[in-house]
């Protein structure tokens, strides 16, 4: 009865690549997010979507483009990865109108 | 700028005794505060939160405390227990509605010791 999923856990890849980290909730929130953990340890947000309409994009490269193919699903993919791309990516929702927001338990990624 | 502020990193605390962690905020439109619990190679678990119409928050062992004049919250845990041993973050938003976002603190590591 997972509530909100991430996959890969982990994922190993060489600088340049392409890659996607798939999210999923069956909470049936309107609301979905991404965000990054750097290696400080600071959660900074990067997308919102809410119904599959993007609400918030927070100045990330435009080599990060979300994709929610529905409102239980927020995909991220990643171009021309960089070392500096290297964090554990945290998958988010929420129900409409309320702030408590529910995490996925991250992706690892890590670039060579 | 980081408008979320948790200053200790770490705290430390017997078994039984009283956990205080703390929180500080520089944004004046922040109205809903949040608590988290990380465990290692998990993601953040949400553990309370406060409206800024409130000043006290209490579930069960956990209480929120807000003092809005000084842009300061805190987390009580009473008694403390080795399973709360994790990193705590404070959050907070501005504005509810269709996807606020979160701002976190940098977190504070809680050892509950024997």
């Known amino acids: 009865d997972t509530a909100v999923s991430q996959t890969p856990k982990y994922l190993v890849t060489q600088m340049g690549n392409d890659k996607s980290i798939k999210c999923e909730q069956n909470?049936?929130?309107?609301?979905m997010y991404w965000y990054k953990q750097d290696s400080k340890k600071f959660l900074k947000i990067m997308f919102s979507y809410n119904n599959k309409e993007l609400i918030i994009n927070e100045t990330v490269p435009n080599r990060f483009s979300p994709k929610s193919p529905d409102k239980a699903h927020l995909n991220l993919h990643i171009n021309s990865l960089e070392l500096g791309d290297s964090a554990v990516y945290f998958c988010?929702?929420?129900?409409?109108?309320?702030?408590?927001?529910?995490f996925g338990p991250g992706t690892r990624l890590t670039v060579l | 700028d980081q408008q979320v502020k948790q200053n200790s990193p770490s705290l430390s605390v017997q078994e039984g005794r009283i956990s205080i962690l703390n929180c500080d905020y520089t944004?004046?439109?922040?109205?809903?505060f949040l608590w988290y619990k990380k465990y290692p190679a998990e993601g953040p678990t949400f553990l309370i939160s406060?409206?800024?119409?409130?000043d006290k928050n209490e579930d069960g062992r956990f209480t929120v405390f807000l003092n809005k004049s000084a842009k300061h919250l805190s987390l009580h845990i009473v008694p403390s227990q080795p399973g709360d041993s994790a990193v705590y973050f404070c959050?907070?938003?501005?504005?509810?509605?269709?996807?606020?976002?979160?701002?976190f603190g940098t977190g504070t590591r809680l050892q509950v010791t024997l």
């Open positions: 909470l049936g929130h309107d609301t």
């Open positions: 988010a929702s929420s129900p409409l109108g309320t702030d408590t927001q529910y």
């Open positions: 944004n004046s439109m922040f109205d809903y």
């Open positions: 959050a907070a938003s501005a504005g509810s509605g269709t996807a606020s976002k979160l701002t």
């Open positions: 406060i409206s800024s119409i409130k």
